[in-house]
């Protein structure tokens, strides 16, 4: 039996809902359905800016590597 396999399908869902309902009470209920809504995994983040990879790690990996940077294109002139 795999996680989808339902060994016993619900049959009337009002009826299922109603049990759970008398056997654990509204409040237990519905906490347990928003702890569930709010723990469900969300999209990941985007990926924010990042550093440019060193001139070594750029030809382990086959790239070209980066221009070297003039002292005025840092900002020191």
Known sequence: MTRTDIPAPIQDPQAALAQILADLGL??????IARHLLSAQRPPRKAGRT???SNYIRQDIG????PE???SSRGYL
């Open 27 to 32: 409040r237990r209920t519905v906490a347990a």
């Open 63 to 66: 790239l070209p590597p980066l």
């Open 51 to 53: 550093l440019p990879l």
């Open 69 to 71: 940077e003039l002292p």
